[in-house]
């Protein structure tokens, strides 16, 4: 075969002899050079450090936007949710107005104070930026904060319009049963000796219901040394009740009871000789005479 070269811009002109052989072996060396430069050149191994940097950085930012994105939706949901128990709370705090006769135009649950403005109530929309949450979090902190103080105020509007009405103290804290020990000095059931008896005595059958004889808070419900199993029902004003020796207490700490409401089962637990309920007055958290108290008529 005859080939030409081009050299200084002159053509040069040569043949060779190549045997089938050796012409196979020229053409498939090429072939190899040709497939070793393509792989250099195309390989991701062999890529330069900064073109694999730049793919390495995408992938955690596409991580974190779709993080950040899951994060925002999360947070509208619950502002959504939390301004919900905002509404309801509204709902609540105006339906208890009403119970303690407040007018509508003096005691808005739904206004903001004046430095506040009204609650936006409206849905909050899920492409919100992370500064519109802020907006909305502190919006209903401010709010929550003022609901709390509103329900304060009513709740102690409607324990005073409550106790005005309800916790006036009359009555015998049992339904059936008779008055077995009086208040005052006493020969103590298990000495012999005199001794001071704080309280009355209503005996009756065991298991028997024990009544409040007002409306209030119950402010202990537990075993008390001497007493067994006691009750203990503040009624604002200085006034409480004890109601002891119960077999069963059916009211725990914090519970509103109402006037007449069962709060134990009769009992004989404690420093006591057979199932009754020992009853005490306190005005001041001291003991005073229930007697008067036990006979007065109910308060209409």
């Known amino acids: 075969m005859s080939l030409t070269l081009i050299y200084r811009g002159q053509n040069v002109r040569f043949s060779m002899k190549l045997s089938k052989p050796r012409w196979l072996a ?20 062999e890529m330069p450090a900064h073109l694999q940097t730049n793919q390495d950085l995408v992938k955690p930012k596409q991580q974190n936007d779709s993080y950040r994105n899951e994060q925002v939706v999360a947070l509208t949901a619950k502002i959504a949710e939390l301004q919900s128990h905002v509404a309801r709370l509204n709902a609540l705090g105006e339906r208890l107005a ?7 135009d003096e005691f808005k649950m739904a206004t903001m104070p ?14 919100l930026s992370y500064s519109d949450l802020d907006q909305h979090i502190s919006d209903l902190s401010l ?13 102690s509007l ?12 009359s009555g015998r804290p049992i339904g059936k049963g008779w008055l077995s020990s ?13 001794a001071m008896h704080k309280g009355v005595d209503f005996a009756g059958k065991e298991n028997a219901e024990v009544f409040a004889t007002g409306s209030g808070v119950v402010s202990f419900s537990g075993e008390k040394y001497g007493y067994g199993n006691m009750v203990e029902i503040d009624h604002g004003n200085g006034y409480k009740t004890r109601y002891a020796h119960n077999k069963l207490n059916l009211v725990t700490l914090g519970d509103v009871v109402s006037k007449g409401q069962p709060v134990a089962r009769m009992g004989s637990t404690g420093r006591s000789t057979g199932p009754h309920v020992h009853y005490e007055i306190l005005r001041n958290d001291k003991q005073i005479n229930p007697a008067k108290y036990v006979y007065r008529k109910p308060k209409t």
């Open 26 to 45: 020229i053409v498939g060396g090429f072939a190899v050079v040709s497939g070793l430069v393509m792989h250099s050149v195309l390989s991701p191994e």
């Open 98 to 104: 009403e119970e303690v006769d407040i007018p509508k």
């Open 114 to 127: 004046s430095s506040g403005g009204p609650l936006q109530t409206q849905a909050v929309q899920s492409h």
């Open 143 to 155: 709010s929550l904060d003022h609901k709390e103080n509103q329900l304060k105020l009513l709740e």
């Open 158 to 169: 409607a324990l005073g319009h409550h106790i005005e009405n309800t916790s006036y103290l």
């Open 182 to 194: 009086y208040y005052g000095v006493r020969k103590d059931p298990f000495t012999g000796k005199p």
